[in-house]
């Protein structure tokens, strides 16, 4: 599977922004789903990842309660919603898909990497 992630750009601190990663193959109902996300100088984080239905998510305390992902098997998408955006979410965000059931939040839980989109927020 391959995956194309877009959405990103310049924002000022507070505003908001979706991230969409489109997927092609097929089965993409079968896979679990993760964003992760690099900032400068930094390893790479775990920010939310969503079942295969879409029914269970997780997310990194950094973001929860401001992002939201959600999913549209239909149209082989995922989504990050940033709500409340501020200066230390400057990253490049990645789309991730598993094979398996679990929400990982560790990149060793994801098989297929997009090649990222920037973010940057500024104050």
């Known amino acids: 599977v391959q995956l194309q992630a877009s959405g990103g750009g310049l924002v000022q601190a507070g505003a908001s922004r979706r991230l969409s990663c489109i997927a092609s193959?097929?089965?993409?109902?079968?896979?679990?789903l993760a964003w992760f996300r690099q900032a400068p100088g930094k390893d790479r984080e775990f920010v939310a990842a969503i079942s295969r239905s879409g029914d269970a998510t997780t997310y990194a305390d950094s973001v929860k309660g401001r992002f939201t992902v959600s999913r549209d098997n239909a149209k082989n998408t995922v989504y990050l919603r940033m709500n409340g955006l501020k200066p230390e979410d400057t990253a490049v965000y990645y789309c991730?898909?598993?094979?398996?059931?679990?929400?990982?939040?560790?990149?060793?839980?994801?098989?297929?990497w997009g090649q990222g989109t920037q973010v940057t927020v500024s104050s």
């Open positions: 193959g097929r089965a993409f109902n079968s896979y679990t």
């Open positions: 991730a898909t598993g094979s398996t059931y679990v929400l990982a939040r560790r990149e060793s839980g994801y098989e297929n």
